[in-house]
């Protein structure tokens, strides 16, 4: 009696799940999906507010102050692939 009462009671169970399943997954992902937005709208915002608060002005007088600035670059200039293939046109002041 005790077996066919846990069966029922499982099968119930069973039944509440599975119908049920499909309409919690949707639930949860879609509260997932909104949470995710109200988390990325709220770090917009505090970010935004951090920003506003900043002088630019004064901070890069700062850094100017503090830090020497050092510039390394390179520049070079290399034949296109391309360029190489191309016949060379001849112009008027080629031919005089």
């Known amino acids: 009696m005790s077996n066919e009462k846990d069966k029922g009671l499982g099968d119930l169970l069973k039944k509440v799940v599975n119908s049920n399943a499909m309409e919690n997954l ?9 949470t995710k937005s109200d988390l990325v709208e709220l770090a917009k915002r505090e970010l935004k507010t951090y920003l506003e608060k900043i ?3 004064k901070e890069i007088d700062r850094i100017l102050e503090t830090y020497d600035i050092e510039v390394k670059g390179t520049l070079s200039f290399k034949k ?6 191309k016949p060379t046109t001849k112009t008027k002041s080629d031919e005089e």
């Open 55 to 57: 002088n630019i002005t």
């Open 80 to 85: 296109k692939k391309s360029a190489e293939e």
């Open 26 to 34: 949707g639930g949860l992902i879609e509260t997932a999906k909104n």
